[in-house]
């Protein structure tokens, strides 16, 4: 049996890290076993579903690296809806309720106040053909709820009732059903809910493992029942642990700063992302890793833990550094050019300054430092006359990645300074920072012109 998947956003919002989850683990579980992986936008939701958003989604699991291998969209597939609905009332297991939400919470706070579980208690079932009648002519319009096989003859009175699965992350789960409410399937305004919708999508695309957050763990006690009443093939599941905040608050689409649009737009690596976002509360050392594939390999969700996992944004800067420090020169030719690197020169560039930083737009800092005016410092009164000396010491062109220890090796005979007394003063003069790349490096490209000036001038500073 080939593993079939499928990662199912709603598309009202933007994607943030703790969506990228589910579908990284969706489709690092197909990468891994051979298997296929669908994206199904859950757009039913007319009022806040909107095309943009779903365009937008593409763009991030494309920046990501993930690719489906088909799409569907739930707005296509009302018809199917509708068949399984009619199917279930057919059954008698979709039943007609006329409640308002006022009506129901009035009633949820009676149970409560008397130590009940707040759960509905079936009451549409025993109503009248006249009482229907009534509420009909009130024009009520009723929504409609899948009955839990619960009960052994008496719907009204429910029992214990044990579904259990064999979770691919959690092991062995039960739930109780008879805890719980019909849900609802069907609003009054005739909609659908997830809860019948994705269990028919799941059945007509031949979806084998359903993978997303542990807070569907209930929920997924429901849908069991619903796929068996529909006749269809139960798939298997596995509840992965969600990503919180650092200070243990649930992400949501409306706090956009993680959103991965807001994160590639910050210039974080797609690779940095999608390793914090998968690796994050799993057992082992949180790296990043150079590619899914590598990825895959690495993640079984046997392992997961049940504990949430805390995005830390120091975790992400830390991968993205490890990322951009060990980058080759073709993976940052084009934004290098971007930020007008000279192209004959930018390759050693790159190799120079990749590991002074976090994200390779901050190769602009050292694209200033190396072809831009260098801020003016203020050296020590006794370096006045040693940066003179050094200019004068300069060598000919052309330099390479010899010429700082040639010429620091004459400057330190001349002068008998050594060490940070002999360094930093020629770095504070040619780069206008304290530290940096290796200025074995960064001399070559800073050249011979640009430094004899810089030091010049800094010298005359001191001078004036």
Known sequence: MIPTVRFAPSPTGFLHIGN????L??????????????????DTDTQRSKPEYAEAILQDLRWIGIAADWVERQSDRLAQYDAAADSLRASGVLYPCWETPEELERRRKRQMARGLPPIYGREALRLTEAERAAHEADGRRPHWRFRLPNFTDDPARP?????????????????????????VLVREDGSYLYTLTSVVDDGAFGITHVIRGDDHVTNTGVQIAIFEALGLPVPVFGHHNLITTIDGEGLSKRTGALSLRALRQDGYEPMA????????????????????DALAARVDLTEGGSSASKFDPAELD????????????????????????????????????????????DAALWRDVVYGAVPPTAPASEDAVFL?????????????????????????????????????????????????????????????????????????????
């Open 20 to 23: 990228l989850r589910p579908a």
């Open 25 to 42: 683990f969706n489709w690092l579980y197909a990468r891994r076993y051979g298997g296929r992986f669908l994206l199904r936008f859950d």
């Open 159 to 183: 029992e214990r009732t044990e579904l259990h699965w064999d979770d691919l992350v959690r092991g062995r789960q039960t739930v109780d059903l008879g805890s719980l409410s019909d849900p």
């Open 273 to 292: 992302v999608a390793s914090l976002a998968t690796l994050v509360g799993l057992p082992g050392a949180i790296e990043a890793l150079p590619d899914l």
């Open 318 to 361: 830390r991968l993205n550094a490890d990322l951009v420090h060990a980058m080759p020169y073709a993976a940052a030719a084009e934004r290098l050019r971007a930020i007008r690197v000279p192209d004959a020169e930018a390759e050693a560039f790159w190799l120079a300054v990749r590991g002074n930083c976090t994200r390779v737009a």
């Open 388 to 464: 003179g000396s050094a200019a004068a010491l300069l060598p000919p062109a052309p330099w390479d990645g010899a010429t700082w220890k040639a010429w620091t090796g004459k400057v330190k005979e001349l002068t008998g300074r050594k060490g940070r007394a002999l360094f930093m003063p020629l770095r504070l003069a040619l780069t206008g920072l304290d530290h940096g790349p290796e200025m074995s490096e960064l001399l070559p490209l800073i050249g011979r012109d640009r430094a004899g000036a810089r030091l010049t001038a800094a010298a005359a500073r001191q001078e004036g």
